[in-house]
């Protein structure tokens, strides 16, 4: 009786280890049978990525920087943003590790466009039923409270080791906030403007197009500017599965103890996080100026 | 009698789950109250009839929670009913699929909102085109046609701003362009002035009264506030609770009310300024031929009561003789002028 209520009453360690047997049995006998197609679904991705890589690789130094800087004030017409991003990525570079931020930069861009391109439409459906809600917002809140490490492992076996998993990796780990935020956009426009454009006869799409999206803008972008950042952590344990670049540093300097190396790739991230955050959320209030202003 | 523009027949909007299984309930005289208490259900709507001719402001008044603004939202199926239906010239709407719908929505009705519904992300050029660009009118057009009614609104020179940059009455100024600019047969104004200051709103009452000296559409006209709906409504329903409490002129109201509520309503309306020498005028057979020789003021029609009332004061007329382009219409005697002012 008290071994009862000390040891707990697990099930029988035969039956767990025919349970694990079979999930992993099967996962392996689905890798094997459609690995080979969804590897080659991923295919374009991975010309893509491939291309901006070498694309940002091969471009001159004082360009890339130029054309950082240029968005930089377009977004924030600040000229102290644009001379710290200046003297921010020069420092990157002289401490060698343009290559690699450069990597690094290529697979946030990737991965944030993905998940822009799912995420976006994921919201708008989210936004357009309660009941579509009630079954994605679990699904967000499992994405996100899961260790990564966990979903790494399914990838790798799908997948193997290589920049299209590592992609797939950070993507599932990103998208969550740019999804909520649409739809928490969408949702948040003042339904009596929703009311006006369906008393002109709008369908629900010039309804979506000409009023919600647009109202939703703001928040949609503060949903973006989430998804760079989660992706910019994620780049780091994604590196675990063959992702290069500065994660891959990082990781090198845990496993050996290689305290300068470790802090000089940790900001170099932290450089990309900042440049990031500050374009796209200059840019996320930029679209939102016509609420300034204005009197009563 | 005048063409019917709208008829709303037998018409229930209960709020809430299969909200049409208590119609029966409420048919057979379930308050609102008691039928939040058993279903859960809020009852919006209570058997509602009525008839809208066509041209006339058709004013629907009632305090917060007398379900206007819900009623308004059914003449274009913002809202759609529990049990009855909406004839709009002989058409039942509440039987229109979405297709439908929107056809009737961008060629018939045009709606103006108590908090504007301006879309901020517009210019006021691009606002007030916004009905002709859903209905896919190409740009030249719909910009002519929306220029030609900012400046008719007053607002000439404002195109380009923004609505946040414009104040209150400006933007529902751009509200009421905006839905004159589609051409609607209709036009649905939701408590359209009540939330501007008081003497913006008596600008807006007077710029739609001069509107529609010209247009003559049929205007639904919701309101909580009385001295709006006798200003301007041809007709007035008072709705409480759901029910349609009183239908009938300002005068009608005034001078006649049918319950309770109706009276404390119309108890405080300085009546003088409300009643025309028009609404109270009698057919010369009734008068008697011996005041007809007497001492006569002679007043125009349309004046009130409170712009008279001195010269009966200080004349002491016989008779008030009621004028039409000059010509006599009907006849007042001080007896009658004073038990309506004094009632």
């Known amino acids: 009786m008290i071994n009862f209520l000390i040891e707990f009453p697990a099930l029988p360690r035969e039956f767990l280890r025919d349970l694990k047997k079979t999930i992993d049995n099967g996962f392996k006998e689905f890798s094997r049978s459609y690995g080979d197609t969804i590897e080659s679904f991923f295919y374009p991705l991975l010309k893509i990525l491939v291309f901006v890589e070498n694309l940002l690789l091969i471009t001159p130094w004082p360009i890339f920087i130029g054309v950082i800087a240029l968005l930089g004030y377009w977004a924030t017409r600040s000229y102290k943003l644009v001379i710290g991003v200046i003297a921010a990525l020069f420092c990157v570079g002289l401490f060698g590790m343009w290559e690699n931020t450069m990597e690094t930069t290529a697979i946030i861009l990737i991965s944030t466009l993905v998940s822009i391109l799912i995420g976006i439409p994921l919201g708008i459906l989210m936004s357009k039923s309660d009941r579509t809600q009630s079954i994605i917002t679990p699904v967000l809140d499992f994405m996100q409270t899961l260790p990564p490490f966990v979903y790494l492992i399914p990838v790798v076996m799908l997948l193997g080791i290589g920049k299209v998993p590592g992609l797939i990796a950070v993507v599932i780990y990103a998208v969550p906030p740019v999804v909520r935020l649409t739809n928490l956009g969408i949702r948040e426009v003042d339904s009596e403007i929703i009311e006006a454009a369906e008393s002109f006869g709008a369908t629900p799409r010039q309804k979506l197009y000409k009023v919600q999206i647009p109202l939703a803008m703001p928040t949609i972008f503060a949903g973006i500017n989430q998804t760079i950042m989660m992706a910019l952590a994620m780049v780091i344990i994604a590196s675990m599965i063959g992702v290069k670049g500065l994660g891959l540093e990082v990781l090198r300097s845990i496993t050996n103890q290689y305290l300068a190396i470790g802090l000089l790739n940790g900001i170099a991230i932290v450089v990309i996080a900042i440049i990031f955050d500050r374009i796209s959320q200059a840019y996320g209030k930029r679209v939102q100026q016509h609420r300034q202003g204005g009197h009563h | ?343």
């Open chain 2, 1 to 343: 009698m005048d063409k019917i523009k709208i008829k709303i027949e037998n018409l229930y909007k209960i709020f809430g789950r299969n909200s049409k299984n208590s119609i029966p309930l409420v048919e057979d005289g379930m308050t609102k109250d008691e039928l939040l208490e058993k279903k859960g259900h809020v009852l919006g709507l209570n058997n509602i009839n009525m008839n809208i001719e066509e041209s006339i402001v058709y004013v629907v008044m009632g305090l917060s929670g007398s379900g206007k603004s819900t009623l308004i939202r059914h003449i274009n199926r913002l809202i759609d009913p529990t049990a009855g239906k909406i004839l709009v010239d002989e058409q039942d709407i509440t039987q229109l699929n979405p297709q439908e719908l929107n056809e009737f929505r961008k060629n018939k009705t045009g709606m103006v909102f108590q908090r504007f519904g301006l879309l901020p992300h517009y210019n006021i050029l691009d606002n007030v085109t916004f009905g002709l660009d859903i209905k896919k009118i190409e740009k030249t057009i719909s910009q002519q046609k929306a220029l030609e009614w900012i400046k008719k609104v007053g607002l000439d020179g404002y195109e380009k701003r923004f609505p946040q940059e414009l104040s209150g009455g400006m933007q529902q100024r751009v509200g009421l362009a905006r839905a004159l600019t589609n051409d609607p047969e209709i036009l649905l104004m939701d408590e359209a002035f009540s939330a501007l200051d008081p003497l913006i709103r008596k600008d807006m009452q007077d710029i739609l009264i001069d509107l529609q000296q010209d247009l003559k559409k049929t205007i639904v006209f919701i309101t909580h506030d009385l001295d709006e709906a006798l200003k301007l409504g041809d007709k007035i329903a008072i709705l409480k609770d759901g029910v349609l409490d009183q239908e009938g002129t300002a005068i009608d109201i005034l001078l006649d009310p049918k319950t309770d509520y109706v009276r404390r309503f119309v108890e405080d309306v300085n009546r003088s300024r409300v009643i025309k020498a028009k609404n109270i005028m009698e057919e010369q057979s009734l008068i008697n031929p011996e005041l007809l020789n007497g001492q006569k003021l002679q007043v125009e029609e349309n004046l009130v009561i409170e712009r008279f009332i001195d010269k009966v004061i200080s004349q002491k007329p016989s008779l008030i003789e009621v004028l039409k382009h000059g010509k006599p219409v009907g006849f007042i005697t001080p007896d009658r002028l004073s038990s309506i002012l004094i009632k």
